[in-house]
């Protein structure tokens, strides 16, 4: 008698457990609607602002835009200085941006991405100035501040000089505190609409049924890319 080796064996055993599966299971496996669809009204916001970045070793910007910029922050805290007076490599002007989630409240954190906007060589080491954050309307949503962290790095000498990665874009994690939050309108005389981020009408279809199938004949696909449910009364 013949035995089959334990690989053999094992392979044997697995296509006869794919091939006694459910057949519904292996032509439509089970996917999450929040993976497939996002509900209107819920969305983040972009935010942006224009700040300084300063502690910088020699790495800042050279032009008048970062020498405008310091003025101006000087004037803020009662100092008047001329233009010779604030000239420095050591701070650059930066763009700083962020995106506040859904259901964001006041006292929250959030991440923001900090840009170089002039001719900066490097950001590594700098610290960003308090800085408030803009939203499309013009209000403040959020305020910004904190060290900066670049993934590069630059180093050389009178010989040459090396550059690893980008070091002109930074990160802060957790750099900005909300302000401000954004109320998010998702239930529109008691409908919830699901928008699908791929469009499609057979998708759209099976999803409406999947609802249906969970809580009863609540939602209809209006269309390839919404499907609308009706809050129950309870």
Do not use: C
Request: net charge positive.
């Amino acid at each position: 008698m013949r035995f089959l080796k334990p690989a053999a064996a094992l392979s044997i055993l697995l296509v006869l457990t794919f091939l006694s599966a459910p057949l519904a299971a292996q032509v439509h496996p089970s996917v999450r609607i929040k993976d497939l669809a996002d509900v209107e009204g819920v969305r983040s916001n972009q935010l942006v602002g224009l700040g300084v970045v300063t502690g910088l070793q020699g790495t800042g910007d050279k032009g008048a835009m970062a020498t405008q910029m310091l003025r101006n922050l000087m004037s803020q805290f009662g100092v008047t200085v001329d233009d010779k007076a604030v000239k420095s490599k050591n701070a650059a002007v930066v763009n700083i941006t962020a995106d506040l989630p859904a259901f964001a409240r006041p006292g929250q954190r959030i991440d923001v991405t900090v840009s170089a906007m002039g001719d900066a060589k490097s950001l590594q080491g700098g610290s960003l100035i308090q800085t408030p954050l803009k939203a499309a309307d013009g209000g403040i949503y959020a305020v910004a501040q904190g060290p900066v962290v670049v993934g590069g790095f630059t180093a050389g000498g009178q010989g040459a000089t090396v550059t690893k990665n980008i070091v002109t874009v930074g990160r802060i994690p957790g750099g900005a505190i909300v302000e401000r939050g954004v109320e998010s309108d998702y239930s529109v005389g008691r409908q919830i609409s699901l928008l699908l981020r791929n469009p499609d009408f057979t998708t759209s279809d099976r999803m409406a049924r999947a609802v249906n199938e969970a809580f009863g004949a609540i939602a209809y696909a209006e269309d390839g890319g919404r499907v609308t449910v009706n809050i129950p009364p309870s």
